[in-house]
């Protein structure tokens, strides 16, 4: 059984990585944010990473706004290099949507040393609701994975011989990395 990640004839349990990223992003750009870049993911990674790229791209498109990734390898290092990237380049977003929570943790990190108020000056979304989401300041709004339920379904399927896959639902956790409203909309 796998966790996360499609393995050829093995049952897998996971979430819908195109349709969170999709969820995500357009929360982001519900809030008033349309420069929205996303950052730390591994591009090169054929099932979640290019999943999370593609689901990204699509709100984006949508909503007629410019696609901004930066690659990296889902790391705090990763997240904290993508904002020093950024701010060289001069093209801080308005939103950073990062790949995982520790990458979230890194750009808001780097945010803070360089005196960017998240999320008054830059919103920050994290995706997996890891430990880390909620053991910082602010905490870091989040697409939840229901790691714990998926590890039960896993040991459930093994003890049961199930040889099904199941897709778990998503949802997005709410604390303070985004603003409720976007005030550079009004």
């Known amino acids: 059984i796998s966790l996360g990640v499609k393995v050829s004839n093995q049952p897998m349990i996971s979430i819908d990585n195109l349709k969170a990223t999709m969820a995500g992003t357009n929360y982001l750009i519900s809030h008033g944010y349309q420069r929205i870049a996303l950052v730390a993911v591994d591009t090169n990674d054929p099932q979640t990473g290019r999943t999370r790229c593609a689901g990204y791209q699509k709100a984006m498109e949508s ?24 701010l060289a380049k001069g093209e801080l977003p308005e939103a950073i949507f990062a790949a995982s929570d520790d990458a979230a943790a890194g750009v808001i990190y780097a945010a803070q040393e360089h005196g960017i108020k998240v999320p008054d000056q830059l919103a920050v979304l994290g995706f997996d609701n890891s430990s880390v989401a909620s053991m910082i300041y602010p905490g870091i709004t989040t697409i939840d994975q229901p790691f714990k339920q998926m590890g039960r379904l896993a040991i459930e399927h093994l003890i049961n011989q199930d040889a099904s896959s199941i897709e778990l639902p998503y949802q997005i956790k709410e604390r303070g990395s985004v603003a409720k409203y976007n005030s550079a909309q009004s």
């Open 63 to 86: 909503a007629r706004l410019t696609p901004s990734i930066i690659p990296g390898d889902y790391s705090f290092a990763a997240g904290k290099q993508a904002v020093e990237l950024l």
